[in-house]
């Protein structure tokens, strides 16, 4: 089928159209605000572009508005039959449960406005008649995720339903562009201008720091008249308020709970009518909602918990329990953090720092969801500084300053499945597809080479795997044009489609009754038949594991562990860091100005800071030494065991391993030496096992940017870290395949599969392409080469401050109580940090 050529509504049409788009406006009590208006006219001029307004403030009537419109001043003759055959419009969410929710807001403007048009969501959670509806053009607005539209484009019935469209919808853009996620997306954009190349596409971003790249991204292959940016300037209010502890209760130093400010918590929950309590991850999740169902007054039903680990039919049970406002406490992560709309919710409550000015307000507009109401968010400390980091964030978020989400580039295993499903789709040559894929922002610059390689790779596995068949999924057929293999490679393939890996997880189910979850395959091996842990909200027994399933039952004991997962960090903010460092010295050295509530509560702990130590100005680098086993003179305690030192760039714990890694490389290759250390979100701990002179070091080059990726390199096992990431970029290229029909394969296998096939190429083929790939991946995104050559910079330019209390600081001491978690002891962590912290302010 060739590309569809629809003839241009005429003006008539559509005055028509809009007269009665205003009459169903009229007919819902929508005002209509400017910015949807210049949405609306900027799609009826035929542009392109990215639609940026603060959550709540109805972005979806704004991008939908104009596609609408255009589909009523076409319709014509449609409107005496049934629609023809084919997408309109495609609306494309990073979740499932935002695609049911975007779903049902659609059908009624569509079934009021479009009655002969069928709306379907193809997603894993489709109904059959949906999934065929999609495949075969049977729906004119599609609702969809990237993984969905990717499987739908590796056909060629799928391909032919998107030649008669008209519109792209990306929601939440900003939540996939720095993924592999989005750069799968941009390739499927490429393969729908192709298809359809009048299309018109827009993005939706709430919260988002670099629109212009963002847009730039999404949109291409048109001229900068073609493209718009449209905000929301409306104000909106930005309130965010922190719950302060008496004047005689102090705050801890350390910690991350926060679990002492449970009774005003609940206080605050019980004085609204539905309220989500937001924790930065699944086990704090789980914590809070023991300690809360331990206390609640009300039936146990009206209290719930919601987090990426459990069963989707949970998740949605609690999602509509708060629509229908049969839940008066949700206790949640980040998987409420995206626009679903819960407009019954009227109090949102953080504990912790959300560590971005980005997702504290994306998580304040789950409170009130409606447009031009105020975003208001309650605060709760877990220790003492997320009260500078709660008054940091509020200014930033006050001023719109969000945090940028930089694009990823060149991921050649995403680019290695994309080629393969090309050939699924009536297969491709490699210029045509070449030449296509560098219309995107994320192979804008891709080499010949590595395209060459790619290919190279998809048709016999590389120079190392020639000899095995199961390796050749790519053929050449009569006409030349790459072709799958065989039905089998294609089966696989398709099955396989997506680009988040698979990870070491075991279901955890009743034995009498539903799936609650899964978690990590580390966690359920410590276990032991009979023993007790928190999960889904509840305390529950293992019985037993059989097939990567944990089979338990409830138990009247209290769960004595609770499950952790990796990579459960929420990423810190640099803009929040450096803006908390501001506020901490003009606090100091400004005592008598006015201050907000949370650093006038922090004044006691600022001024014993500047006692023991210094409070740095942002213009300087605060290294303490410190002895854990004080001796009498300077001299004595630099040169005894036990000293550490405790260095603040305020830049985030991911970025401060990375400087702990690069300083004991560079101290060890002046003088041997061993180091161990600990890292927050304030600083790092640095402990030598033998004695360095601080004030003979030359701290610029210490510093330095020179020589910094082989320096990183040399400074850990690079070799495993690589290895690490093979294992995800194997999956996703379709070198690894976790999916086979009719077969299981547990984390153990997939893990001896990857690292034989990385020996293998490593020893035999060191420039693999997925090999190039995962040694990129491992410097970019595990030792975050970045982020730390823009913070050298930062610090070149700051000058060191040494100092050396007698005893920890309130700087030092969080530090210090990381680096107690990997000690042996018969106290817990939290006894010995409660002894040491009564100890130090007293």
Same mark, same amino acid.
């Given at each position: 089928m060739q590309p569809h050529a629809p003839t241009p509504p005429t003006r008539k049409a559509w005055q028509q159209a809009r007269v009665r788009w205003r009459a169903w406006?009229?007919?819902?009590?929508?005002?209509?605000?400017?910015?949807?208006?210049?949405?609306?006219?900027?799609?009826?001029?035929?542009?392109?572009?990215?639609?940026?307004?603060?959550?709540?403030?109805?972005?979806?009537?704004?991008?939908?508005g104009g596609p609408l419109l255009q589909a009523m001043a076409m319709a014509g003759a449609e409107t005496e039959r049934r629609a023809e055959r084919g997408v309109r419009i495609l609306w494309i969410t990073p979740l499932r449960a935002l695609a049911s929710d975007t779903t049902s807001h659609l059908l009624r403007p569509v079934q009021a406005l479009l009655p002969h048009w069928r709306t379907a969501m193809r997603t894993g959670d489709a109904s059959a008649k949906d999934r065929a509806a999609a495949q075969k053009g049977l729906a004119q607005l599609l609702v969809t995720t990237p993984e969905?539209?990717?499987?739908?484009?590796?056909?060629?019935?799928?391909?032919a339903s998107f030649h008669t469209l008209h519109a792209v919808i990306v929601d939440e853009w900003h939540e996939l562009l720095p993924s592999k996620r989005g750069v799968l997306l941009q390739l499927n954009l490429a393969r729908l201008r192709l298809l359809a190349p009048m299309v018109q596409v827009w993005g939706l971003s709430a919260t988002i720091g670099n629109l212009q790249e963002a847009l730039q991204v999404l949109v291409r292959e048109r001229s900068t008249a073609q493209?718009?940016?449209?905000?929301?300037?409306?104000?909106?209010?930005?309130d965010l308020k922190a719950l302060l502890p008496p004047e005689s209760v102090r705050l801890p130093w350390a910690g991350h709970l926060g679990l002492a400010n449970i009774a005003q918590v609940l206080q605050q929950v019980l004085a609204t009518q539905s309220c989500i309590i937001f924790t930065n991850t699944r086990a704090q999740a789980e914590l809070w909602f023991t300690a809360l169902?331990?206390?609640?007054?009300?039936?146990?039903?009206?209290?719930?918990?919601?987090? +990426?680990?459990? *069963?989707?039919?949970?998740?949605?049970?609690? =999602?509509?329990?708060?629509?229908?406002?049969?839940?008066?406490?949700?206790?949640?992560?980040?998987?409420?953090? &995206?626009?679903? *709309?819960?407009?019954?919710? *009227?109090?949102?409550?953080?504990?912790?720092?959300?560590?971005?000015?980005?997702? &504290?307000? #994306?998580?304040?507009?789950?409170?009130?969801?409606?447009? +031009?109401? !105020?975003?208001?968010?309650?605060?709760?400390?877990? #220790?003492?500084? *997320?009260?500078? =980091?709660?008054?940091?964030?509020? =200014?930033?978020?006050?001023?719109?300053?969000f945090e940028s989400s930089p694009p990823l580039r060149l991921c050649l295993d995403v680019l290695s499945q994309h080629a393969m499903s090309m050939s699924l789709a009536g297969g491709f040559t490699g210029n045509a597809l070449l030449q296509e894929v560098r219309s995107t922002a994320a192979f804008a610059d891709l080499p010949d080479s590595q395209w060459q390689a790619v290919l190279d790779f998809l048709q016999h596995g590389g120079q190392a795997l020639d000899a095995y068949p199961q390796y050749r999924r790519l053929a050449r057929d009569g006409m030349q044009r790459y072709v799958p293999a065989d039905a089998k490679v294609a089966c696989r393939h398709r099955m396989a489609i997506g680009t988040i890996a698979e990870q070491s997880l075991v279901n955890v189910q009743f034995l009498r009754?539903?799936? &609650?979850?899964?978690?990590?395959?580390?966690?359920?091996?410590?276990?032991? !038949?009979?023993?007790?842990?928190?999960?889904?909200?509840?305390?529950?027994?293992?019985?037993?594991?059989?097939? &990567?399933?944990?089979?338990?039952?409830?138990?009247?004991?209290?769960?004595?562990?609770?499950?952790?997962?990796?990579?459960?960090?929420?990423?810190?903010s640099n803009p929040v860091g450096q803006r908390m460092k501001s506020l901490l010295a003009a606090t100091h050295h400004t005592p008598d100005a006015p201050k907000v509530p949370e650093m006038a509560h922090l004044q006691p702990l600022i001024a014993l800071q500047a006692t023991r130590s210094h409070v740095p100005h942002h213009t300087e680098l605060l290294v303490e030494i410190i002895n854990t086993a004080p001796a009498r003179s300077r001299k004595a305690r630099e040169a005894s065991t036990g000293v550490a030192w405790f260095i603040y760039p305020?830049?985030?714990?991911?970025?401060? =391993?990375?400087?702990?890694?690069?300083?004991?490389?560079?101290?060890?290759? #002046?003088?041997?030496?061993?180091?161990?250390?600990?890292?927050?979100?304030?600083?790092?701990?640095?402990?030598?096992?033998?004695?360095?002179?601080?004030?003979a070091l030359n701290w610029p080059a210490l510093l330095g940017s020179e020589h910094l990726a082989e320096d990183l390199a040399a400074a850990v096992n690079f070799s495993e870290i690589a290895r690490r990431r093979f294992r995800e970029i194997a999956q996703i290229a379709g070198l690894l395949n976790a999916r086979i029909p009719g077969m299981s394969f547990n984390t153990r296998q997939l893990q001896v599969s990857a690292g034989l096939l990385f020996d293998v190429l490593s020893k035999y083929d060191p420039e693999h392409v997925l090999l190039h790939a995962a040694r990129r991946e491992a410097m970019e995104q595990d030792l975050h080469l970045p982020d730390l050559q823009a913070l050298l910079a930062q610090l070149s330019a700051q000058t060191v401050v040494l100092q050396h209390p007698d005893q920890h600081t309130p700087f030092s001491f969080?530090?210090?109580?990381?680096?107690?978690?990997?000690?042996?002891s018969n106290e817990s962590w939290t006894d010995r940090i409660r002894r040491m912290a009564q100890k130090m302010e007293g």
């Open positions: 406006l009229v007919a819902q009590g929508v005002q209509p605000a400017r910015f949807q208006q210049r949405a609306w006219k900027a799609f009826e001029n035929g542009q392109s572009g990215l639609i940026a307004a603060p959550t709540g403030s109805g972005k979806t009537l704004a991008a939908i969905s539209l990717a499987l739908l484009l590796s056909s060629e019935l799928g391909s493209t718009t940016i449209v905000q929301d300037t409306r104000s909106k209010a930005f169902s331990s206390i609640w007054p009300l039936d146990l039903a009206t209290l719930s918990i919601h987090h +990426g680990s459990l *069963d989707h039919a949970m998740r949605l049970h609690v =999602e509509d329990g708060l629509r229908q406002q049969r839940m008066r406490c949700v206790v949640a992560t980040s998987s409420l953090d &995206l626009g679903v *709309d819960f407009p019954a919710v *009227d109090l949102v409550i953080q504990v912790g720092g959300a560590h971005s000015v980005a997702r &504290l307000v #994306q998580r304040a507009g789950r409170a009130r969801h409606r447009p +031009g109401v !105020p975003v208001h968010i309650t605060t709760v400390a877990t #220790q003492a500084m *997320d009260l500078c =980091e709660f008054a940091a964030t509020r =200014e930033l978020a006050q001023a719109q300053q009754g539903a799936r &609650l979850g899964s978690v990590e395959e580390g966690f359920i091996t410590k276990l032991s !038949p009979g023993d007790v842990f928190n999960f889904a909200g509840r305390s529950l027994e293992l019985f037993r594991v059989e097939n &990567l399933t944990a089979w338990v039952r409830k138990s009247s004991k209290p769960g004595t562990r609770t499950p952790a997962w990796t990579g459960g960090f929420l990423p810190f305020f830049a985030g714990r991911v970025v401060h =391993e990375g400087l702990a890694l690069l300083l004991a490389h560079r101290l060890a290759q #002046q003088q041997a030496n061993t180091f161990s250390w600990a890292c927050n979100h304030m600083g790092l701990m640095l402990v030598p096992a033998v004695a360095v002179d601080a004030h969080g530090l210090w109580a990381e680096s107690m978690r990997g000690q042996l």
